[in-house]
């Protein structure tokens, strides 16, 4: 499986996209090697925004070392905390009331929503249209509203802790859930005649960057990227937390694995997030918040693993505890760090234009990769 | 009507009457060439103003609205902010390519007004070849690209200016295929005299669906050629961070940004000059007192109203659509665009000599 290694060339172009260029959405560095305008080569350079986060954990304790993990992917920040938050309860063995795993359920869904308009405004500017940021933007703007009134902040929310959620919901949440969904359902409409009806878009697009199977598989793809690729992979389905066996809803599955299917496959997931918004928003049980710890944690002596579904693939957490307050040794899987070593085997090939609109589809956080 | 003609004559014969002739034209071409440097900043002013607001409108934005009435300044501010930038030179550069390359750019832009007909006898130069004159020069500004993508020793600016190469001399071909057009139905390369053929009739409206067609060839041309998205690739954003002006700060960036916006009021008066008319008011057929209505609108008032309709719709593609890709941009010239703009050359050539127009 692995490629050849593309030699440089007399007359070939090794060009730096990054860590400072508006294509790389954050500071990751792309060494290309181009003949003409055709890409031989991407050599992803990380390590610019790297704040050792993994050793950060270790000394803090299992009620604090979630945060942190919210400024890693920051733009699933919720679902960051709600899987380090899972660990913690499934090696304690910690009964979550209900009332707090609904609400988890519809902060994550409303989190996967605000991260998919982000990358679908991003997505395309990455391949020159500007206008589309700016109604996602619109849209996007409602949530983090939401978010705010109730978590009090509106990127990194913070709102989990073992045994349920920090405080409860805001009285309007409700309200302006319903709102927020029923416009969103309106405007969704909007995106498609702007964008993806667009011929000069579909061109862009459709056949090109294709990530085969075989390929998303052995590169360790998770997420949307796989999913277009026709990996079924989504841990909402395959591992269910919370309460995701309850829900009736679609794991968003495509075959032709090109940027089109990927576009495809996120704009599908924000219906089938609202569907699951819908199930849950009216029934909210009456209860408690949180279940009652223990003010210290301790986690049992041995090894934990959990998993979870970000906006961008599946978010694992590994802790070995030697059974004291801290971690000995935490290790994150982030879900971009794998999509991206994906990237130089589907650019080869294509042009510049491509490589940008290829690496706009993969849904890059920068933060999340170098951790 | 109103005819700025009786203004230019007057100025005219007044010169000729204080000087001897040598003097009175160097005068003439000395008030000319203010009037033509003020133009160009006025619009440089006016269509960055114009850009920003669309683009606002068009993104749900408000647009700028703090500096000066309505945020009407800010552009002054903008000019006076790069005026007292520093302008850097990069390292191995070739540094008098380098600083020559913006002042060509401008320089055919500048030029290119020459023929312009803004109003009713408001005219710099009524060359007898006045079509021919400005296909001619504006092929010299990617002259001025190529110079500074080449001189800033950087490989950003390089690719820009090799895309910006290819994609200016090809589109070149379609939109000097649909001008021939209208100078073969008009018999004239004259600008005074292709305007006064429209008097009973725009071209877009006289010449049948293929004039149609080279108008919208023209427009896609047109904005291909000035770099506009969606095919800016020479400067493409989020692909070569600035493209050709990736090096240049300052008022020698200035100069390529009024450059690219005073190449669009140029194409988009040729346009208008072209297929709508230029100075001429609209007009339906026997509709005595509708046309003499039309008739006291100033000429000026229908030309630049004519060119900021056109200047709209080109801003107007660049806040819709994506980017073209460089191999789908060049396809779209060779294999689309030049075979039907041919194909339509040959349309226009057999209306006019069956005299099948109106």
Same mark, same amino acid.
């Given at each position: ?156 929310? +913070? ?179 794998? +999509? ?32 | ?358």
């Amino acid at each position: 499986m692995f490629e050849e290694v593309a030699s440089t060339e007399q007359g070939d172009l090794v060009i730096n996209i990054g860590p400072q260029h508006p294509a790389t959405h954050g500071v990751l560095h792309l060494v290309i090697t181009l003949n003409g305008e055709t890409v031989k080569k991407v050599e992803p350079h990380l390590g610019y925004i790297h704040r050792s986060i993994e050793k950060m954990c270790e000394s803090l304790s299992y009620r604090q070392f979630i945060y942190v993990t919210s400024r890693m992917d920051y733009l699933s920040s919720h679902i960051n905390n709600h899987g380090c938050a899972m660990l913690v309860e499934k090696a304690l063995q910690i009964e979550i009331p209900s009332r707090a795993q609904y609400i988890r359920v519809i902060m994550d869904e409303l989190t996967r929503l605000a991260s998919h308009q982000l990358w679908w405004g991003a997505m395309a500017m990455d391949i020159g249209a500007l206008t589309p940021f700016f109604l996602a933007f619109r849209e996007r703007e409602m949530i983090t509203d939401i978010m705010e009134e109730t978590c009090g902040a509106r990127l990194t929310m +913070n709102y989990m802790v073992p045994g349920g959620i920090m405080y409860d919901i805001h009285p309007d949440f409700c309200k302006k859930v319903k709102e927020f969904i029923k416009h969103f359902r309106s405007k969704i409409d909007e995106y498609d005649e702007l964008l993806t009806g667009n011929i000069i878009f579909q061109n862009r697009m459709k056949g090109i960057g294709i990530l085969s199977k075989e390929d998303a598989i052995s590169y360790g793809c998770s997420g949307p990227t796989a999913r277009a690729s026709g990996v079924s992979c989504d841990v909402r389905k395959i591992y269910p937390y919370e309460i995701y066996d309850q829900l009736k809803f679609d794991e968003v599955l495509a075959t032709e694995g090109d940027s089109f299917a990927r576009y495809q496959v996120r704009l599908v997931e924000m219906h089938q997030s609202m569907n699951i918004i819908e199930q849950l928003i009216d029934n909210i049980p009456e209860g408690e918040i949180q279940a009652k710890t223990k003010a210290v944690l301790k986690l049992p002596k041995g090894e934990f693993y959990t998993r979870i579904e970000t906006a961008r693939g599946e978010f694992g957490i590994y802790v070995v505890s030697e059974g004291g307050t801290t971690p000995y040794r935490i290790k994150f899987r982030s879900p971009g760090f794998s +999509n991206l070593s994906a990237l130089d085997h589907i650019v080869r090939g294509h042009k510049i234009g491509d490589m940008v609109a290829i690496m706009g589809t993969l849904d890059l956080v920068i933060p999340d990769i170098d951790r | 009507m109103f005819s700025l003609s009786h203004i230019t004559d007057l100025v005219n014969a007044w010169l000729y009457q204080q000087f001897p002739p040598t003097l009175a034209l160097l005068l003439q071409f000395v008030i000319v060439g203010i009037l033509v440097i003020t133009l160009f900043s006025i619009l440089g002013l006016v269509l960055i103003m114009m850009e920003r607001r669309v683009a606002a409108w068009m993104q749900l934005r408000l647009g700028p609205n703090r500096v000066g009435p309505r945020g009407m300044f800010q552009t002054v501010a903008d000019t006076v902010k790069l005026i007292m930038k520093e302008g850097m030179t990069p390292n191995g550069a070739d540094k008098l390519m380098f600083n020559l390359a913006p002042y060509i750019v401008m320089m055919v832009s500048m030029v290119i007004m020459a023929p312009l007909m803004f109003a009713d006898g408001f005219q710099i130069w009524d060359i007898n070849i006045g079509v021919f004159f400005i296909t001619a020069i504006s092929s010299v500004s990617v002259i001025g690209i190529l110079m500074a993508g080449w001189a800033s020793n950087n490989k950003y600016s390089l690719l820009g200016a090799m895309r910006s190469g290819a994609q200016i001399v090809s589109y070149e071909l379609s939109a000097g295929l649909s001008i021939i057009t209208i100078v073969i139905l008009t018999g004239s390369l004259q600008v005074s005299e292709i305007i006064a053929a429209q008097q009973t009739g725009w071209w877009i409206f006289k010449g049948h669906i293929p004039v149609l067609i080279s108008f919208v060839i023209f427009i896609i041309a047109v904005t291909a050629e000035t770099n506009r998205a969606p095919f800016d690739l020479a400067e493409a954003e989020s692909e070569l961070t600035a493209g050709f002006h990736t090096e240049y700060s300052g008022m020698k960036f200035a100069l390529f940004f009024l450059a690219e916006y005073v190449n669009i009021f140029v194409v988009c008066a040729i346009g208008a000059t072209l297929f709508l008319g230029g100075w001429m008011p609209f007009h339906i057929g026997s509709w005595e007192s509708f046309n003499h209505i039309m008739d006291y609108i100033p000429s000026s008032v229908w030309f630049f109203g004519k060119t900021f309709f056109l200047i709209f719709v080109i801003m107007w593609f660049r806040w819709t659509f994506p980017r073209l890709r460089i191999d789908q941009l060049l396809n779209l010239e060779w294999k689309y665009l030049l075979p039907i703009s041919m194909f339509n050359l040959i349309l226009v050539t057999l209306m006019a000599i069956m005299g099948w127009h109106f």
